[in-house]
């Protein structure tokens, strides 16, 4: 899961993966995106919203497939690296502490953790070691807007 020595900046060790920052997704309800307490940056769980609106919509073991969950799941990390960068700027992270990824799962499944993969993955090709963190991987039955995904980050800064 480790990355080359650190870059000089987080961003562009997005830009080497050829990666950019989306623009931070609207809340869908009465919250913002990512608090601030301390060193800590929490994100709102983050939904698999490219160019305002969700990827695919359905549960996963369903009508969605475990890997196009866990490509939405990339995308879920990638929206949450969006709201922190807004917040702080994403070169104040210092590290990935926690990742939560909650699954609307069909009746049956229990592949929770690949599809959760699909960020932990994406957050070690960011950060390298700085992107080990701890995690839960959560089957649910509904999620907002019927998005199979849906996943929260919380980092450390600087």
Request: glycine share 10%; hydrophobic share 50%.
């Amino acid at each position: 899961m480790s990355a080359p020595d650190q870059p000089t900046s987080w961003l562009a060790r997005l830009a080497e993966l050829g990666v950019r920052l989306p623009p931070v997704a609207a809340p869908v309800a009465a919250y913002v995106p990512a608090v601030r307490t301390g060193q800590l940056v929490f994100t709102s769980g983050q939904l698999p919203f490219v160019e305002g609106g969700l990827r695919r919509t359905g549960k996963v073991g369903g009508a969605v497939d475990i890997e196009d969950a866990a490509a939405d799941a990339k995308v879920c990390a990638l929206n949450a690296l969006a709201a922190i960068d807004d917040l702080v700027g994403l070169d104040a992270v210092a590290r990935v502490i926690r990742v939560v990824g909650y699954v609307a799962s069909a009746e049956g499944f229990s592949g929770q953790p690949r599809v959760v993969n699909g960020a932990s993955e994406f957050l070690g090709r960011v950060f390298g070691e700085a992107g080990q963190h701890a995690r839960s991987a959560v089957g649910v039955a509904e999620l907002p807007m019927n998005a199979p995904v849906e996943v929260e980050l919380t980092v450390e800064l600087r």
